[in-house]
Every structure is written in C-alpha cells, then in structure tokens.
C-alpha cells in the first residue's frame, strides 16, 4: 500500500489553515498534518514530521513564507493573496511547484492536489526518468493530462504497464498511469477490439455495471 502524501499549511490565520487542512484531508491518498501557525513553528514540523508537502502562506508572523520553501527540502505550493509577478518569480524561483492566490474556489486546490498526486506517482522510485515520463509528469503537474509528444503507441504501452497483471477499471490504470480517465478509456476499448485486453462487467451496489480490464490470456 501506497504511504500517504503527509502535507502540512502554513498560514497564521487558523480559520484558512483549517479549511486548507480539511480539504487536503478529503483527497484519497493525502493525510493532512496539524497546521503550523510561523516559520518557527513550520520548521520545528518540518523536523519532527517529515512532510512530503507544504502549502505555505508568504506572510507569516516571524518571517517569510517563501524563504521557508527555498529551505524546506520538500515539495510545497505557495498559497497568498500577494498576486504581484514579482512575488510570484521569487516563489517559483524558490522551488514552489504551484501558487495559489487568495481567494480562490476549495475545489481550485483539490484539483491541484489531485494533479501533484499523480505528478509524484509519475516520478516515484529512484529508477532513471525517460524524457516522455518527465514531460507527462510536468504536463500533469500544470494541468494537460496528455501532452502532446505522447504518441498513440506510448499510451498503450504506458496503459498496459499501469494494467498489469491485475483485473482493473479505467479509473484506476489512469491514475496509475497520470493520464485521465478518458484516454485512459479510449485506449482500453481499442485494447479490447483488438483483443489485446478482456473485459468484463461487474456489478456494483448500484446496479450499474462497471467495466474490469485485464490483459488477454495468451
């Protein structure tokens, strides 16, 4: 089982952290630290929790929001109502794999949760990177879940690794693969006419069946 994304806000105002927190703890796969209020008490997190992600304010109390991503040595976004494009270069210059700016939608910050889920699945491992892998994972990260260098062979390929040996929906090889739902369907209904993969229907609660792929016996 995958460990979850442990994420830790920074933002002194406790009723934004909150509702940041609570939104990081409704995604699948993210498990949502207690909010750190400072720089001081950020880094004293930092320390003893480990996050594998920040979503740090720019103004805090004691010091700088963006200073503490420079130093962090871990993923982060910057999430401020500083909306000015120097601010926003020197937050992207200190490593911030996305901004924010106040106020914005709850599901503006899921969606990009979401995407960082799949970018850092993409890039998991210690292994060597193909140039495709980096492109996908960067174009995912930025909101396109297929970039346009991904060719039609290179998704299959990419979605019969991410099928595997397991029985599973298009929603679940998207995921794995970090590319969505839809090609991911696309690309499976041509597997199966040409029998490259079966497909069976399984019913659920609901009654509504779902589509199970698995690779096609040999």
Same mark, same amino acid.
């Given at each position: 089982?995958?460990?979850p994304i442990r994420t830790l806000v920074v933002d002194d105002?406790?009723?934004v952290a909150g509702l940041h927190r609570d939104i990081v703890a409704e995604r699948p796969g993210f498990l949502a630290l207690e909010p750190a209020r400072s720089v001081?008490?950020?880094r004293a997190a930092i320390r003893t929790l480990r996050p594998d992600l920040l979503l740090v304010d720019v103004y805090l109390p004691d010091g700088d929001g963006i200073d503490?991503? /420079?130093a962090a040595g871990c993923d982060a976004f910057v999430i401020s109502a500083?909306?000015?494009a120097p601010t926003l270069r020197r937050a992207l210059r200190a490593g911030a794999l996305a901004c924010l700016l106040k106020p914005f939608e709850p599901r503006m910050l899921a969606e990009r949760l979401e995407r960082y889920a799949r970018f850092r699945n993409l890039l998991a491992g210690t292994g060597a990177v193909a140039q495709e892998d980096l492109?996908?994972?960067?174009a995912i990260l930025n909101g396109s879940s297929d970039p346009v260098s991904l060719s039609r062979s290179?998704?299959?390929k990419l979605i019969l690794d991410a099928l595997g040996a397991d029985e599973s929906s298009a929603s679940e090889v998207?995921? /794995?693969a970090g590319i969505s739902r839809a090609t991911a369907q696309r690309h499976l209904a041509a597997l199966a006419a040409r029998s490259v993969v079966e497909v069976r229907l399984r019913y659920g609660s609901t009654g509504r069946p779902e589509h199970r792929y698995t690779l096609a016996s040999r």
């Open positions: 089982m995958t460990d105002d406790f009723r001081a008490e950020a503490l991503v /420079r500083a909306g000015d492109d996908r994972a960067l290179a998704t299959e998207a995921e /794995r």
